[in-house]
Structure formats: structure tokens, C-alpha cells
Nanobody
Framework: EVQLQASGGGLVQAGGSLKLSCAAS????????IGWFRQAPGKEREGISG????????WYADSVKGRFTISSDSAKNTVYLQMNSLDPEDTAVYYC??????????????????????WGQGTQVTVSS
């Protein structure tokens, strides 16, 4: 059974940090891209980061570049998103998702949200001012 389990969300003050985890199972983890997406209240879901497990390449949206770091542990089939310098604008439900590495680059992959066929349940991140 294909599963993606996102965890690590919570309530944090502005300027604080959180580390999200995305535990995957049921598919060949090393061959897949993992993306992190978020959806704030009243807004569309957006891609914020991605990692291509085949070669370790990464991508970040401008809104999180320099503050968030994505990493992958193939021994644990888990992708992490370290989030630093959090801002109230980062408040959202965060989702991880997987696709089969179809795109030429991880940047292209995260840009096509509909291609991510496997999704986790989401974890809430709330940043207070």
C-alpha cells in the first residue's frame, strides 16, 4: 500500500523553527521525486520545495529560499523540510507528495502539482506573530 505520512507541524512563534517529516512506503523511494506543498486558508495550494531522490537535486520557491531546507534519508524512506525564520505568512497545511520522476528537473516536477499522484494527509503549521 502506498503511503505518505507528513508530521512535525505545530504552533511556533515568528522567527522560530520547525522540522517536518514525510515518511514514505509502498513505492520505490529512491526513484521518486518528493515535493512539499502548502495551502493557506483561502489560498490555492502551492509548491514550495522538492527533491529528486535519484540525484539529490533540490528546488525551492522564492518565498522559502534561504529559510527552508529539504533533505532525504533513503535508509528511512523519509524526506525532511527544515523550516527556519518562520513568518506568520508561512501558516498553512503542509503536504508532501511523490511523483515518478517524469520531469526533466525537480523544478519542473514541482510546477506540475497534478502529476504528483501520491499525497500525504497534511500537517498544520501555525506561526504566531
Amino acid at each position: 500500500e502506498v503511503q505518505l505520512q507528513a508530521s512535525g507541524g505545530g504552533l511556533v512563534q515568528a522567527g522560530g523553527s520547525l522540522k517536518l517529516s514525510c515518511a514514505a512506503s509502498g513505492f520505490p523511494f529512491d526513484d521518486y521525486d518528493i515535493g512539499w506543498f502548502r495551502q493557506a486558508p483561502g489560498k490555492e495550494r502551492e509548491g514550495i520545495s522538492g527533491i529528486r531522490n535519484r540525484d539529490g537535486s533540490t528546488w525551492y520557491a522564492d518565498s522559502v529560499k534561504g529559510r527552508f531546507t529539504i533533505s532525504s534519508d533513503s535508509a528511512k524512506n523519509t524526506v525532511y523540510l527544515q523550516m527556519n525564520s518562520l513568518d506568520p505568512e508561512d501558516t498553512a497545511v503542509y503536504y508532501c507528495a511523490a511523483d515518478n520522476g517524469w520531469a526533466s528537473t525537480i523544478a519542473q516536477a514541482v510546477g506540475v502539482m497534478s502529476a504528483f499522484g501520491r499525497w500525504g494527509q497534511g500537517t498544520q503549521v501555525t506561526v504566531s506573530s
